[in-house]
């Protein structure tokens, strides 16, 4: 299942299941790769492990917009707690507390 959210000004993330990211494309879900956001499932958690936006599109917000796509996409669905191994997504949920309920506790 791939699920779409528009997140701002030109860009569309977008769960690419199939390569366990999600996307940033501009342009629309068929857009330019502007950006991803890997991640790898494990049980009832998704781990995010790595963020990388093109540099073409860097200081564009593309990351934040990424991040914030991916897990409103997340909240919607329900079921998976976050794991922020990823610093940058890390980084989001610390600077956003209203994403912390999404958060696998502590082990």
């Known amino acids: 299942m791939s699920a779409e959210a528009s997140t701002g000004p030109g860009v569309t993330v977008v ?7 999600f996307e940033a494309r ?21 781990v995010f492990t790595h963020t990388e936006v093109d540099p073409a599109f860097g200081g564009q917000g593309v990351g934040t917009a990424l991040v914030r796509g991916a897990l409103d996409t997340l909240r919607e ?24 309920e999404l958060l696998s506790p502590p082990l």
Do not use: M, Q, W
Not at 15 to 21: F, Q
Not at 32 to 45: I, M, N, R, S
Not at 87 to 98: A, L, N, T
């Open 15 to 21: 769960d690419a299941e199939d390569a366990s990211r």
């Open 77 to 100: 669905r329900g079921g998976l707690r976050v794991v922020p191994r990823c610093s940058f997504v890390k980084r989001f949920v610390d600077e956003h507390p209203d994403y912390a």
């Open 26 to 46: 501009v342009g629309g879900a068929d857009g330019d790769l502007a950006g991803f956001a890997a991640y790898e499932l494990d049980g009832h958690a998704i």
